[in-house]
C-alpha cells in the first residue's frame, strides 16, 4: 500500500526555519516526482517544490532562494529546507508522489504557521 508521511511541521518565529520531510512507501523509486504543496486558509492548493528524479528542484518564484528541496532515495524521504521564512509561508503542507499513467498520491499535510 502507497503511503506518504509527513513531519517537521510547527510554529516559527519570522525568519526562522523548518525542515519538512516525506517518507514514501513502499519504496520512493517507483515515482518519478515527489513534491511539497501548500494550502493557506481561503485559498487554493499551490506547489511549493517538487524534485524529478536526479534532476534538481522546481520552485514556486515566491519560495526560490529561501526554500531547498532534496531526495534520499536510500531513505525514501523527501525533504523541504525552508528559511528565511514569511508569514505568508503559514499554511498546511502535503506532500505529493506522481508517476506516469497513475492517480498521484497525497499525504495527511504538516500545519506551519509563521509568527511575526
Known amino acids: 500500500q502507497v503511503q506518504l508521511v509527513e513531519s517537521g511541521g510547527g510554529l516559527v518565529q519570522v525568519g526562522g526555519s523548518l525542515r519538512l520531510s516525506c517518507v514514501v512507501s513502499?519504496?520512493?523509486?517507483?515515482?518519478?516526482?515527489v513534491g511539497w504543496y501548500r494550502q493557506a486558509p481561503g485559498k487554493q492548493r499551490e506547489l511549493v517544490a517538487r524534485?524529478?528524479?536526479?534532476?534538481?528542484?522546481d520552485y514556486a518564484d515566491s519560495v526560490k532562494g529561501r526554500f531547498t528541496i532534496s531526495r534520499d532515495n536510500a531513505k525514501h524521504t523527501v525533504h523541504l529546507q525552508m528559511d528565511s521564512l514569511k508569514p505568508e509561508d503559514t499554511g498546511l503542507y502535503y506532500c505529493?508522489?506522481?508517476?506516469?499513467?497513475?492517480?498521484?498520491?497525497w499525504g495527511q499535510g504538516t500545519q506551519v504557521t509563521v509568527s511575526s
Open positions: 505529493k508522489a506522481e508517476r506516469p499513467f497513475d492517480v498521484p498520491v
Open positions: 513502499p519504496s520512493i523509486s517507483i515515482f518519478n516526482a
Open positions: 524534485v524529478r528524479g536526479g534532476a534538481s528542484g
